[in-house]
C-alpha cells in the first residue's frame, strides 16, 4: 500500500512543484523583461508634452521609478501578495478593474475558438476513421497544414481587407465570428493529425477487431471503443490547446479590434504601464499553467502507468 502510495503521489508531486517553479519564474522574468523596454510612463508623458522637466522628477520619484528594480521588485512582490496588482500608471485606474472588463471579450473569443476548434479537431479524425476515404482523410491533412503553414495574424489582416473592405461582409471593427473561425481551425489542425494517427493505431487493436466479430456497426465501433481509447490525446493537448487559443485570442483583439486582453496590453505597452502589462501576462502564464497541470492529472487519472 505505501509504495502504491509512493508511486500515485510522488509523479503528482512533481508535477506540481514544476508548476509552481514555472509559475515563479512567469512572474519574476515579467517584471524584469518589460522594463528591458526603452524608457517609462514618464518619459511617454514627457514627449507628449504634458510635463516639465521637474514634474517628470516629481513624478518618477512619487511613482517609485526611481528606484532600484530589486526594490520595486520587492515592493511590487508584496503588494501582488496581498492581492493587489496596483493601479494602471497612466489612468489611476486599479488593474483588477481594468482585467475584469478586458476579461469578457477574451475569455468569449477564447471559449469560442476552443470549442471550434475541438468539435473540428475530434469532429474530423472521427468521419476520417468511419469512413476511411480520400476525401476525409485529405481534410485532416488539409486541417493539419493550415495550422502549420498559415500565421493567424496574416490571415486575419487579410480577413479584414478580404471581407471588411473589398467585400463589405463584415465590419472592419469589432467583429468577434471571423477570428474565432480562424482560430478554431488553427486549433483543430493541432489536434486532428495526433488523434487520427492514435485512432488509426487503436483500430488495429485486437479488442477493437473482437468488437467488429461481434457484428457490432463501424460507427458503434469508432464512437464506443476506439475514440475513448485515443481520448488521453485530447486531454494531453488541452493545456496546449488553451494556450494557442487565448494567445491567438489576444492578437486577433489587435486585428479586429476587440476591447480586451490583447488591446489593453497593446496600449500599456505603448505608454510604458508596466503594472497592467505584467498583471496580463502573470494572468495568461498562471492560467496555461494551471490548465497544463490539471491536463497531467486527467492523464495520469485516464492512465496510471504515465510517469511511472
Known amino acids: 500500500m505505501n509504495n502504491w502510495m509512493m508511486q500515485t503521489l510522488l509523479p503528482i508531486g512533481a508535477d506540481v512543484m514544476r508548476s509552481i517553479v514555472i509559475a515563479a519564474g512567469i512572474v519574476v522574468f515579467s517584471f524584469f523583461l518589460i522594463r528591458m523596454i526603452p524608457g517609462d510612463i514618464v518619459d511617454v508623458m514627457g514627449l507628449e508634452g504634458t510635463l516639465t522637466y521637474g514634474q517628470q522628477d516629481a513624478m518618477r520619484e512619487s511613482l517609485g521609478l526611481d528606484l532600484g528594480w530589486w526594490t520595486q521588485f520587492a515592493a511590487w512582490l508584496g503588494m501582488v501578495a496581498g492581492g493587489d496588482f496596483g493601479s494602471s500608471l497612466r489612468y489611476g485606474t486599479p488593474i483588477l478593474d481594468l482585467l475584469k472588463v478586458a476579461l469578457a471579450p477574451t475569455l468569449t473569443l477564447g471559449a469560442s475558438a476552443l470549442a471550434i476548434g475541438m468539435v473540428l479537431g475530434i469532429g474530423l479524425p472521427v468521419l476520417a476513421c468511419i469512413f476511411p476515404r480520400p476525401i476525409f482523410v485529405g481534410l485532416v491533412q488539409f486541417i493539419t497544414l493550415w495550422s502549420i503553414v498559415v500565421p493567424t495574424f496574416s490571415i486575419g489582416i487579410l480577413s479584414v481587407i478580404v471581407f471588411a473592405v473589398w467585400l463589405g461582409w463584415i465590419p472592419a471593427l469589432g467583429n468577434m465570428m471571423v477570428p474565432a473561425i480562424i482560430l478554431g481551425m488553427d486549433t483543430a489542425g493541432t489536434l486532428a493529425k495526433m488523434l487520427h494517427e492514435d485512432m488509426v493505431d487503436i ?45 491567438g485570442a489576444i492578437t486577433m483583439e489587435v486585428v479586429f479590434g476587440l476591447p480586451g486582453l490583447g488591446t489593453l496590453t497593446l496600449q500599456a505597452i505603448q505608454g510604458r504601464d508596466y503594472p497592467v502589462v505584467q498583471a496580463v501576462v502573470i494572468w495568461l502564464g498562471l492560467t496555461v499553467v494551471i490548465a497544463n497541470l490539471l491536463s497531467d492529472l486527467a492523464q495520469r487519472a485516464l492512465d496510471p502507468r504515465i510517469g511511472r
Request: charged share 15%; glycine share 6%.
Open 203 to 247: 483500430d488495429r487493436a485486437a479488442f477493437v477487431r473482437t468488437a467488429r466479430a461481434k457484428g457490432l456497426s463501424r460507427w458503434r465501433v469508432v464512437l464506443f471503443h476506439i475514440l475513448p481509447n485515443a481520448f488521453t490525446v485530447v486531454v494531453a493537448l488541452f493545456g496546449i490547446l488553451l494556450a494557442g487559443a487565448l494567445t
